[in-house]
């Protein structure tokens, strides 16, 4: 397996031949053949310079030079160069600040070996760590803001998401390239693992401690950057729910709302508690959202043949919990206000029960 290790830069020549020097004692019994690309933003310092030394003595590192445009741009078009240009399978990125342990990259290496198709070094997992000498502030800056990407973009499974050490295959570059032209900063850390999932990603995450730097200052502008991950999870999500199973699970909603609504008014009007003719009407829109959601929804993952009983068995069962809040609703409405709430209170259950549905048909009946 031909790996690329690409090493974005600017500014850092006191850091990146004692970064390569490192890396290259951690692979020097490796099975893979490694390369080294640094990815320089024609730093001003003379990082370029050092490289351009460095690679007269040792021949698999490579430097490529280009225009400040933010570390998006950069690791894009390292990815291109290593992926395109130099034949590479897996691309392993790291950070040229030597706040990334090298010691961890054969670790991201074997998960890929191990089938991993997206390893990430990761802070957050047990064995990992955040420096000790960062004030109690910027620890809780640093915990909090993963955590709003990781549930703001519901992967909560992923637990270090703004990282840049990271090793993935070839096909996520080729799958997202055009999509990740768009983000120029640091929220390209983010967006590419998000669309990378998207794409089938096999994520597998690696404990390390993260250390400050030695030499240097930090390029992040916490403003800006904390501006764009915000943006970023609301169009992402607004995206998912216009053009995914959401959106498609709401037709299914509406429908199998009618058939409730149509079959509550027919129970009341002719004389029954408007209780029972939720429940019945409840139970008539689970069948037709069974089967919508089974052939439309969640098509690609369409149960057939003998699955089809067993499946609206347990549909039926996750679904219980929306008919009795609805019902629970519908009842303790007329029970405080009088019987004629019942519809504000049916209204009230159906939308709480919405959000059960939802979560119990996607993680549990169709589960992926």
Not at 80 to 108: C, G, N, W, Y
Request: charged residues 20%.
């Amino acid at each position: 397996m031909k790996v690329v290790v690409v090493i974005p830069t600017y500014n850092e020549r006191e850091n990146i031949t004692v970064l390569l020097d490192a890396l290259s004692a951690v692979f020097s019994s490796t099975k893979h053949t490694i390369c080294y690309l640094v990815v320089d933003d024609t730093s001003p310092d003379g990082t370029a310079n050092v490289v351009d030394a460095y690679m007269k003595i040792h021949k698999n590192v490579f430097i490529i030079t280009g225009k400040k445009e933010g570390l998006g741009k950069a690791l894009l078009r390292g990815m291109t160069e290593a992926f395109v240009h130099m034949r590479a399978s897996v691309v392993l990125q790291i950070d040229a600040d030597l706040s990334h342990d090298p010691k961890i990259a054969p670790k991201l290496l074997d998960a890929l070996d191990n089938g991993a198709t997206f390893a990430v070094g990761s802070r957050y997992i047990p064995g990992g760590g955040i420096p000790e000498n960062w004030g109690l502030i910027r620890k809780i800056y640093s915990i909090i803001g993963n955590n709003v990407v990781r549930f703001g973009l519901w992967h909560p499974g992923v637990r270090d998401w703004t990282g840049g050490y990271r090793a993935y295959t070839k096909r996520f570059y080729e799958a997202t390239y055009r999509e990740m032209e768009r983000y120029s900063g640091y929220v390209f850390q983010i967006a590419f693992l998000h669309k990378s999932i998207h794409h089938g990603a096999k994520v597998k995450e690696i404990p390390f401690h993260f250390s400050d730097r030695l030499y240097g200052h930090s390029k992040i502008a916490p403003a800006e950057y904390i501006f764009n991950i915000y943006r970023y999870i609301a169009i992402a999500r607004f995206q998912e729910i216009v053009s995914g199973s959401v959106a498609k699970f709401a037709v299914v909603g509406t429908i199998g709302f009618i058939i409730n609504t149509v079959i509550l008014e027919f129970v009341v009007r002719a004389g029954f508690h408007p209780a029972l003719g939720s429940a019945f009407g409840a139970e008539c829109a689970i069948v037709s959202n069974f089967l919508l959601n089974n052939a439309w929804t969640f098509g690609d993952r369409k149960v057939t043949g003998r699955q089809m009983i067993p499946k609206f068995l347990q549909f039926n069962l996750t679904s219980l919990g929306a008919l009795c809040i609805q019902t629970i609703s519908v009842w303790a409405g007329t029970f405080l206000f009088g019987r004629p709430v019942y519809f504000s209170s049916y209204i009230v259950g159906v939308g709480i029960g919405l959000i059960w549905n939802y979560t119990m048909y996607s993680k549990v009946i169709w589960k992926k």
